[in-house]
């Protein structure tokens, strides 16, 4: 196994440092060992972060080029991170505990921002607005400004290329809080940045705790615009940020998604969804689809199969990983593990049943079993609360009603999932989902290309998609009265 250089630095206004707030250790979840340390940025690190964002907008040398030329750079990023994805796959694998084939996969989604973004830099384009005879009068969208982005440990890389490609594509000068959990792989965005001759300040790449470093960046007066994916309690307090100072701020929070499932659904598809859908990255999505409402004539039969699928999944250090396969990595720390086999322990006295899985694995490394339990009722705290983890509730309905509203009782709203062959009864139930995206049939279908983002305590603002571009732009208009 190569080594995992032992320490890396945050990268600000073009320059590789130290952290002022020191180092963290940064673990390998699959063996619960000292993988690398990672400088700490504290509030100083931040400030001159900003500062080296702010002077790179000021200069406007990313304002002043022709669209088409900065779409080229966030292209560039992307091809760079595909072209070391073996290096980069690895250090991220080892980092989140996901397996090698899953690290590839998310290398590819974050490429695939920057392709998509950078595609897209050229096509924002102004309106004119009819005001009569003797007016002459037109809208132009410029960028914030300076932009932070707060990312967590789930998808560190593919999380960051989705809100950094927009805001770069836009012409924002970025700086991106990585998590404390798993910093090491988005040092190479940083590489990426460079690589692809953006300006010294646009890209600034820093890990610091989140109540510290994170707290000081959301909190700064000098940032324009704030992206954020991670728990609620986090965003409510970067949101109080935000509003502290007036500027914009997107959410992406937590979800608790439901799945339901007809007697007349496609139950191959089902599973192969489900299989995505609760134990990629060990569950650890916040789009996970971790409720499963399940028609009474078939729940028997869905119960059944779901579970010889969990069954046939191979836990363990995802760098024995390589392929694609029924195989699930670690989660990435003791505390999330803990919190998951705890919350089965609470389902059980609460009278679920665990038809599969349920316990961490007497091995080292953050390992919970494939879990899926049976006999969940809508009120139980596994039913309402998210996981993050490996594990399935299944639930009953017997009339349309009853799942509908399941599926909407609790706080979120992320996404649904809808399995039928009646497209009228997808479409009826898809309308009454509050979620801000349902998928029919195939968990997770759909793609960059398509708005994602909540409803409820899901957050508010949408990635993803054209819509996710006028998250980082604001609106000029200029009203021309023609002199006779
Ligand atoms: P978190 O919300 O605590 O951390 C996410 C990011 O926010 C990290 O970079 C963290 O340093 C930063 N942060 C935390 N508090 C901050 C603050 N006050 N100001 C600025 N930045 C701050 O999430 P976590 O501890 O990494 O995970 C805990 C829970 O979060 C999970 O169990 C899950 O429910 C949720 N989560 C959701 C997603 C998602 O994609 N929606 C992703 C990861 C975690």
New binding site residues.
């Given amino acids: 196994m190569p080594e995992i250089k032992a320490y890396w630095q945050n990268y600000i206004g073009g320059t590789w440092t130290d952290g002022c707030a020191g180092r963290i250790v940064v673990d390998d979840p699959a063996t619960g060992e000292r993988l690398a340390e990672q400088a700490l940025a504290d509030a100083a690190d931040v400030d001159r972060a900003i500062h080296a964002a702010k002077t790179c907008h000021e200069t406007g040398v990313l304002t002043a080029m022709r669209p088409v030329e900065r779409g080229r750079m966030v292209r560039a990023m992307g091809d760079y991170l595909l072209a070391n994805i073996d290096i980069i796959a690895e250090v991220l694998c080892r980092e989140a505990g996901k397996p090698l084939w899953e690290a590839r996969l998310e290398i590819h989604g974050a490429a695939r921002y920057f392709e998509y973004y950078g595609n897209q830099a050229e096509t924002l384009e102004g309106r004119s607005i009819p005001l009569g005879e003797g007016y002459y009068d037109f809208t132009t969208y410029e960028p914030y400004g300076v932009s932070a982005h707060?990312?967590?440990?789930?998808?560190p890389l593919e999380?960051a290329g989705r809100s950094l490609a927009p805001a770069l594509a836009t012409g924002n000068a970025c700086i991106v809080?990585?998590?404390?959990?798993g910093p090491l792989s988005s040092s190479y965005l940083a590489e990426a940045a460079e690589h692809a001759g953006l300006p010294r300040g646009a890209v600034n790449i820093l890990c610091?705790?989140?109540?510290e470093g994170?707290?000081a960046?959301?909190g700064h007066r000098d940032v324009n615009q704030i992206v954020?994916?991670?728990?609620?309690?986090?965003?409510i307090?970067?949101a109080s940020?935000a509003a502290r100072n007036v500027v914009p701020c997107v959410l992406?929070?937590?979800?608790k998604s439901a799945a339901i499932v007809w007697p007349d659904a496609d139950l191959d598809a089902l599973v192969s969804s489900v299989r995505w859908g609760i134990f990629f990255n060990a569950g650890?999505?916040?789009s996970a689809m971790s409720r499963l409402i399940v028609h009474e004539d078939v729940h028997d039969e869905v119960v059944e199969r779901v579970a010889d699928m969990a069954r046939s999944i191979s836990v363990g250090p995802g760098i024995d990983r390589r392929n694609y396969g029924p195989n699930m990595g670690a989660m990435i720390s003791a505390a999330?593990r803990d919190?998951a086999e705890a919350m089965c322990r609470e389902a059980e006295r609460q009278g679920a049943c665990a038809v599969v899985g349920g316990r961490k694995l007497n091995q080292p490394g953050y390992f919970l079993e494939p879990t899926i339990f049976d006999s969940v009722t809508p009120e139980m705290t596994l039913a309402r609360d998210?996981i993050?983890g490996p594990v399935l509730s299944v639930l009953r309905f017997g009339r349309d009603e009853e799942a509908l509203r399941i599926a909407n009782g609790t706080d979120f709203g992320l996404v649904g999932g809808v399995f039928t062959a009646d497209i009228t009864r997808a479409m009826k139930t898809a309308a009454r989902l509050r979620a801000g995206q349902v998928f029919v049939n195939e968990w997770f279908a759909g793609g960059v290309e398509t708005p994602f983002g909540g409803y409820g305590k899901s957050g508010y603002g949408r990635e993803k998609g054209r819509e996710a571009l006028w998250n980082y732009v604001q609106t000029k208009n200029i009203a021309i009265a023609l002199q006779s």
């Avoid at 707060?150 to 998808?155: D, F, K, L, T």
């Avoid at 954020?228 to 965003?235: I, K, L, M, R, W």
């Avoid at 992406?252 to 979800?255: R, T, Y």
């Fill in positions: 707060v990312i967590p440990w789930n998808y999380i809080k990585t998590p404390e959990l610091g705790l989140g109540g994170g707290a960046l959301v954020f994916t991670g728990s609620v309690p986090a965003g307090s970067i940020a992406e929070l937590g979800g650890q999505i916040c999330q919190r998210e993050f």
